[in-house]
């Protein structure tokens, strides 16, 4: 991936294009000032406008379709279901050192700019003048003392490097360049860590040095330090540095922020209050800075309330713990209360899948699942528009577990091959495997002479999934296979399908639904112990051969092959073949069975809330849901 190309070179006019923009301006500094800071601002207290921002701000153009000029003002009600949910304020700030448009492309955000070579070699700038939120700084320092005092210290991180800064066991080298450069390589390609800067949950490389040096040996004096310790009653100075870092948690009103709010409430509380970052790197065309919204409150509420506080215009912005089937209640209190309710596509590449455990301890049902022919009957069998219908409203869209229409990665055939309603072309493939024998219900025999009863556990953490598999359950007894539901706990089910105890398994689809060639196409392949569909093989490659078991299985071999290739590619047009090979191989070989994608999230808005799509893709990562629509440009129309 070469950022360089889509922003401009060092030398390139693009790169000024900000600076030009603030310098053509015609408002005043006074004018275009924060009405909550113009006060401060007055008095002595914080400095201009000018002074608070990057020389080269990030300009959103706001050009969009929906989008306008906001003004300044406000404050945000949102609900969340407990105290830890206060960390959504880094995410729906979603301040990235590059980070995700809406178009699902990667941009330079905190960073001014980012020069990738040969895949290996990471140079990233700075904005010179860039602030923390308390004013102080943020410069290369900032990345160093990360690297050197935090990542690489056996006291701060016994576990070692984050995986996305290791290339099979290799650490990156680190340079400072210069006060606002540094540099990350490595001997081979690294494509995890531009989609881990970009992540809902990012890695953080950086923390505020100024800060957190407090709180370190090294540099604090040490009679302030342990009279710190005692206060905080922990029980050393490791374990106080730790409780003031907490960039993501987001849960300590004194860590400066590079976000566009910043809490001022510490936990416990129920109710969380953020408010603007006077120093955030971002402005609108016109220069005003950005976010134009003054605070952001999250009240912590009973899940089982949300929905009922959303729709008597409680909140003015609220997805997370509203369902599809609270959509009619949402729709009846629109009028009364001022909101809208929007129907934004969830990201995932099924809602429901089943999992074939093709490491099954039971030798006969192993066999069975192994076989293409069984795995392709029951896919085709499942009247999924039967299930849309009736359980998604007829808005969801049926097919395959694989990635979504807006990925650029999406063909028809990925959704639609052995996903098509055929019970008849079901049966024959039955009738192939020799299973051509009933009872007096019609239910098959296996080989060697038990009934072809299929148990699905499911861990009931979706209230549908139960829905879903009684219909199937109609779908399937059609052609001679009985399904039997068998609910568990979450930790019981991993630890069956890992023993190989189960059979078939439900859970939801691809968490990334959306990807690029740039992302990581590990959920498609056997890497980790918790993998539905091969646990053992994943647990294999996850532990590098010294436990599980090695994959024997061509299918499953090829698509390790096709992954190893990916990681060492170069560049994005030789990681998009490679893809599409993947891609390929699970939609002929139904290694999972997707049921519907792309169901619908509602989503509460204030009439009088602006710049939110109309249409818009709610998912984690990529996403950080409501976070790629850059929540600083929302504002408040009265």
């Known amino acids: ?24 301006l015609p408002a005043t500094a006074d004018t275009l000032e924060t009405p909550m800071f113009r006060q401060a601002v007055a008095a002595g207290q914080l400095p201009p406008l000018p002074e608070r921002l990057p020389k080269r701000p990030r300009v959103m153009p706001l050009d969009g379709p929906g989008q306008s000029l906001g003004r300044h003002g406000g404050t945000l009600r949102t609900l969340i279901r407990k105290q830890k949910d ?7 700030g979603y301040a990235r050192l590059v980070g995700y448009g809406s178009d699902l492309a990667l941009r330079p955000d905190i960073l001014e700019e980012i020069a990738v070579e040969e895949g290996r070699i990471f140079t990233l700038h700075l904005r010179p003048g860039h602030r923390w939120s308390d004013g102080h700084p943020f410069t290369a320092e900032d990345f160093r003392y ?3 005092e935090v990542a690489n210290s056996p006291t ?42 970009a992540s809902a949950s990012p890695l953080f490389l950086y923390r505020p040095a100024h800060y957190l040096k407090q709180f370190n040996p090294r540099y604090a004096d040490a009679e302030k330090l342990a009279a710190a310790v005692a206060r905080a009653r922990v029980r050393n100075w490791a374990v106080l540095h730790d409780r003031r870092d907490v960039m993501y948690l987001f849960t300590n009103p004194d860590q400066p922020t590079l976000q566009p709010w910043m809490v001022r409430t510490a936990p416990p509380s129920t109710r969380f209050v953020a408010e603007r970052n006077p120093y955030f790197h971002r402005v609108d065309r016109e220069g005003r800075q950005l976010p134009y919204i003054d605070r952001m409150i999250m009240t912590v509420v009973a899940p089982s309330l949300i929905a009922a506080k959303s729709g008597t215009g409680e909140t003015h912005l609220q997805a997370r713990g509203l369902f599809l089937s609270d959509y009619t209640f949402l729709r009846d209190g629109e009028a009364a209360y001022g909101f809208k309710t929007l129907l934004w596509r969830m990201a995932s590449g099924a809602q429901i899948a089943l999992y074939p455990n093709l490491n099954a301890a039971d030798a006969g049902w192993r066999t069975l699942l192994r076989d293409v022919r069984f795995r392709r009957a029951l896919s085709l069998a499942i009247n999924r528009g039967t299930i849309n219908e009736f359980l998604y409203f007829g808005l969801a869209q049926e097919g395959n577990n694989t990635v979504l229409a807006e990925s650029p990665l999406y063909r028809d055939d990925y959704r639609t091959r052995w996903a098509q309603f055929d019970p008849d072309q079901a049966s024959d493939l039955l009738d192939e ?33 139960v829905d879903v598999l009684e219909l199937i359950a109609q779908d399937w007894a059609d052609i001679g296979v009985k399904l039997l539901i068998k609910p568990t706990h979450r930790d019981t089910l991993r630890a069956r399908v890992a023993a190989g105890e189960t059979i078939i398994s439900v859970w939801a689809g691809l968490i990334n639904g959306v990807p ?48 190893k290739a990916w990681l060492g590619a170069a560049d994005s047009t030789e990681r998009e073949v ?61």
């Not at 490097?161 to 650490?171: D, K, Q, R, S």
């Not at 006060?179 to 390589?185: A, D, G, I, L």
């Not at 498609?524 to 590098?544: A, C, F, K, Q």
């Open 1 to 24: 991936m070469e950022l360089r190309s889509k922003f401009g070179g060092k030398k390139s006019w693009l790169a000024a294009l900000p600076l030009l923009l603030w310098l053509a």
């Open 516 to 563: 690029g060639p740039d992302s990581s196409p590990g959920e498609l392949v056997p890497n980790s112990r918790i993998d539905l569909n091969w646990p053992s093989w994943g647990l294999y490659e996850e532990t590098s051969g010294t436990m599980g078991r090695q994959a024997d299985f061509l299918p499953v071999q090829n698509l390790l092959k096709l992954n």
């Open 146 to 148: 990360w690297w050197e």
């Open 578 to 638: 490679i893809w599409h090979d993947i891609l390929k191989l699970h939609a002929d070989q139904v290694f999972t069975l997707g049921i519907v994608s792309g169901v619908r999230q509602p989503v509460i808005v204030a009439n009088r809330l602006r710049n939110l799509p109309e249409e818009g893709l709610y998912n984690w990562d990529p996403g950080a849901l409501f976070g790629i629509y850059n929540p600083d440009t929302f504002w408040f129309d009265d």
């Open 433 to 465: 495997l020799g299973l051509e024998k009933r009872n007096s219900e019609g239910i098959r025999y296996l080989s060697d002479g038990r009934l072809l009863q299929v148990v699905v556990e499911t861990a009931g953490e979706q209230g549908e999934q």
């Open 156 to 197: 701060l991180s016994p576990k070692g490097l984050p995986l996305a800064l290791e290339v099979n066991g290799e650490a990156p080298s680190f340079e400072v360049i210069d006060r606002y450069t540094v540099r990350y390589s490595w001997s081979r390609p690294n494509p995890f860590l531009l989609p881990r800067l």
């Open 86 to 92: 206060v960390k959504l304020f880094a995410v729906y």
